[in-house]
């Protein structure tokens, strides 16, 4: 059963694409149904589906770390420690279920994981094409969710202007993009913190985006003889030193 369960987390078998297809599914629901809660006040029925969600984030939890080689760098790993908090917040919902949403942690591990990536440069063409724009394109939105979660958690019931998701959601992206329209700010030194994160981390984040924009696509494939990465999608040869590069298309299996 632990070989079963260890082949399906770390296998590159259709089983294996599936379930963690799976996974990634079931992670983005969660979020999207913490996200659209809180639009609507606590009812009783609202807590038993946040008590059978973290039942089950709990019993994929324990099936992850009874097949992990290494528990104590699961538990402590950034997506255990975020699966930790989520499971605490939606079994005891007066800790504050809405940080739920850092079950995105799981999204920023699954997305970086080697059979993941390769098994989208299989299925998709456009990903397989602008991978570095998708992959920047991700990181931007992760980060702008969990800010976005980070500031309603620790924003809403002091701060006035900030009520739900969307007001949340506006500050984060009006500081990101330094617009600055100044009609929601956040209270207290904690609130000048964060905004001063958000200003620093998320232009970062969002030049970065630009930068992979703006330049020619390109497929990030090691050259075995020289190193070099970035090659276009459609090269045979490495423009570095000439070795045959074998690079993956729609035609491999």
Not at 43 to 64: K, N, Q, S, T, Y
Not at 99 to 127: G, K, P
Not at 137 to 143: D, K, M, P, V, Y
Request: proline share 3%; net charge positive.
């Amino acid at each position: 059963m632990r070989a079963r369960l260890n082949a399906l987390y770390e296998g590159t078998s259709r089983a294996a694409m599936r379930f963690r297809y799976g996974l990634l599914i079931f992670d983005l629901l969660t979020i999207v149904f913490v996200v659209a809660t809180s639009f609507l006040p606590r009812e009783p029925w609202l807590e038993a589906v946040d008590l059978v969600i973290g039942l089950a984030i709990l019993a994929e939890f324990v099936l992850r770390l009874w097949v992990a080689d290494d528990r104590k760098g699961e538990v402590f790993s950034l997506a255990g420690i975020a699966d930790v908090v989520v499971i605490i917040s939606l079994l005891a919902p007066l800790t504050g279920e809405g940080l739920a949403f850092l079950r995105v942690a799981r999204l920023f591990r699954l997305t970086r994981s080697y059979q993941m990536l390769s098994r989208l440069r299989q299925d998709s063409r456009f990903f397989r094409r602008n991978e570095q724009s998708v992959m920047a394109g991700i990181n931007l939105a992760i980060f702008v969710f969990v800010v976005t979660g980070v500031v309603y958690e620790s924003q809403s019931g002091r701060n006035p202007e900030v009520t739900n998701y969307a007001d949340a959601l506006y500050f984060t992206v009006t500081t990101l993009t330094t617009t600055g329209f100044g009609d929601i700010t956040l209270i207290g030194t904690d609130g000048r913190l964060l905004s001063v994160l958000v200003m620093i981390f998320g232009v970062s984040l969002f030049i970065r985006l630009i930068q992979v924009l703006v330049r020619p696509p390109k497929v990030d494939h090691k050259c075995p003889q020289c190193g070099l990465r970035r090659h276009d999608f459609d090269a045979v040869h490495c423009k570095a030193c000439g070795t045959v590069l074998n690079i993956e298309d729609e035609g491999a299996v």
